[in-house]
């Protein structure tokens, strides 16, 4: 049987698989908002995918030119508990749960993005093996601190490792966009290709890894793993330090005013800076 056979049905993602290669496409909404439902979704997917034994590639796009995933829902964020970091957490949220498990989970995985990916989506595909861009179409960005809160869904974690501490607070502190070309030449994503020639790119080497033995493709993952320090320490004082950021009542005042100025819909989106500034 194989792997999509035994899956629930997911919201917001179509999956479809081809002998050890998954192919999942994101489509929920009008930006692939990053909400409740589609995180379950991807904490399910992500569970199964863990566990799969037919599987040693997965590639994720998006069904929308415009959105890879706009970003979390910041109305969801604004119900969250509101205790300030006052327990000291033991184990990982949901979204770490989810973000580590592409980090880890056997089989490759590879981002394939044409458009925009903020915030928890930029938190998202900086978690995967490789990352591949449309060079004059995608932009990646962290704007969390702007709307009063962090990157945290592994944004504090991840970036450092990959662009190094000075562009990783460039993005987070500075809140701003940064194009294809740039995340190329910072070593966010892997290559940044023409729009027409990303899919067959990304689906060659998808391709070529789920045509390897599987056990070479496993080992080789964890081996690449293994030179890597574990990030459970940090992501749990990201936790921590975001939930300070939830308590605080401007902080709260800020994102509530980024959902009355547009944020979440498709035009606010297309033009975040502009709402940035706004919330300024």
Same mark, same amino acid.
Request: aromatic share 4%; hydrophobic share 45%.
């Given at each position: 049987?194989?792997?999509?056979?035994?899956?629930?049905?997911?919201?917001?993602?179509?999956?479809?698989?081809?002998?050890?290669?998954?192919?999942?496409?994101?489509?929920?909404?009008?930006?692939? !908002?990053?909400?409740?439902?589609?995180?379950?979704?991807?904490?399910? !997917?992500?569970?199964?995918?863990?566990?799969?034994?037919?599987?040693?590639?997965?590639?994720?796009?998006?069904?929308?030119?415009?959105?890879?995933?706009?970003?979390?829902?910041?109305?969801?964020?604004?119900? /969250?508990?509101?205790?300030?970091?006052?327990?000291?957490?033991?184990?990982?949220?949901?979204?770490?749960?989810?973000?580590?498990?592409?980090?880890?989970?056997?089989?490759?995985?590879?981002?394939?993005?044409?458009?925009?990916?903020?915030?928890?989506?930029?938190?998202?595909?900086?978690?995967?093996?490789?990352?591949?861009?449309?060079?004059?179409?995608?932009?990646?960005?962290?704007?969390?601190?702007? !709307?009063?809160?962090?990157?945290?869904?592994?944004?504090?974690?991840?970036?450092?490792?990959?662009?190094?501490?000075?562009?990783?607070?460039?993005?987070? /502190?500075?809140?701003?966009?940064?194009?294809?070309?740039?995340?190329?030449?910072?070593? /966010?994503?892997?290559?940044?290709?023409?729009?027409?020639?990303?899919?067959?790119?990304?689906?060659?080497?998808?391709?070529?890894?789920?045509?390897?033995?599987?056990?070479?493709?496993?080992?080789?993952?964890?081996?690449?793993?293994?030179?890597?320090?574990?990030?459970?320490?940090? !992501?749990?004082?990201?936790?921590?330090?975001?939930?300070?950021?939830?308590?605080?009542?401007?902080?709260?005042?800020?994102?509530?005013?980024?959902?009355?100025?547009?944020?979440?819909?498709?035009?606010?989106?297309?033009?975040?800076?502009?709402?940035?500034?706004?919330?300024?």
């Amino acid at each position: 049987m194989a792997f999509v056979d035994d899956l629930p049905e997911l919201t917001g993602l179509r999956i479809s698989q081809r002998g050890r290669r998954v192919d999942v496409t994101i489509d929920h909404g009008e930006i692939n !908002l990053l909400d409740v439902p589609l995180l379950v979704s991807l904490l399910r !997917l992500t569970e199964a995918l863990e566990a799969a034994d037919d599987v040693t590639v997965v590639v994720v796009d998006s069904a929308n030119p415009d959105f890879f995933i706009a970003h979390f829902d910041v109305a969801a964020i604004l119900e /969250l508990p509101r205790d300030g970091g006052a327990e000291e957490r033991s184990e990982l949220g949901p979204f770490h749960v989810m973000v580590e498990r592409w980090r880890t989970m056997p089989c490759a995985t590879i981002a394939s993005i044409a458009g925009a990916v903020r915030g928890g989506g930029c938190e998202v595909v900086s978690s995967f093996d490789m990352r591949f861009a449309a060079r004059d179409r995608a932009v990646f960005g962290q704007p969390e601190v702007a !709307l009063g809160i962090l990157p945290g869904g592994s944004g504090t974690q991840r970036l450092p490792h990959l662009v190094g501490r000075g562009r990783a607070l460039e993005m987070v /502190l500075g809140s701003g966009d940064i194009d294809a070309r740039t995340a190329e030449a910072w070593g /966010l994503v892997n290559r940044a290709l023409d729009a027409d020639a990303l899919d067959d790119f990304v689906g060659d080497l998808a391709d070529r890894i789920a045509a390897s033995p599987p056990v070479a493709v496993r080992e080789a993952k964890a081996s690449v793993l293994a030179a890597m320090p574990d990030p459970t320490a940090g !992501l749990l004082e990201e936790a921590r330090r975001f939930d300070r950021t939830l308590a605080d009542p401007e902080s709260q005042q800020c994102m509530q005013r980024f959902l009355e100025l547009g944020g979440q819909t498709p035009d606010g989106e297309r033009d975040l800076s502009t709402v940035l500034r706004r919330l300024g």
